[in-house]
């Protein structure tokens, strides 16, 4: 019910923009949208979250990365600029009915993911 879209190959220093339609019954509900990241080898790492209440990042995107989203498609961005060869990885989508907090990334609903390169 969660579709990513988007990835790519991009040079250090250049931008990709994420996108993320939720389908179904459960966008009248959704309360909070996300973006997490998993490169190879590594723990998977929060790198954005909006709510009703605003928008976090993770300190290593902070400045660089922004996330949005349009409640009339259900859909959730993240806009990626002045990319680094440390933002490769896959990209999940995740959506959740309650407020939180999820110190365990206790979200209702995954998308499968996209792949995203950052390489000269």
């Known amino acids: 019910q969660l579709v990513e879209s988007g990835g790519g190959l991009v040079q250090p220093g250049g931008s990709l923009r994420l996108s993320c339609v939720a389908s179904?019954?459960?966008?009248?509900?959704?309360?909070?949208m996300g973006w997490y990241r998993q490169a190879s080898g590594k723990r998977r790492e929060l790198v954005a979250v909006?709510?009703?209440?605003?928008?976090n990042y993770a300190d290593s995107v902070n400045g660089r990365f922004t996330i949005s989203r349009d409640k009339g498609k259900n859909t959730v961005f993240l806009q990626m600029d002045n990319m680094k060869p440390d933002d490769t990885a896959v990209y999940i989508c995740c959506a959740d009915l309650g407020m939180g907090p999820r110190p365990n990334d206790e979200w209702d609903y995954w998308g499968q993911g996209t792949q995203v390169t950052v390489s000269p």
């Open positions: 909006i709510d009703e209440k605003g928008t």
């Open positions: 179904g019954s459960i966008f009248f509900d959704i309360y909070a």
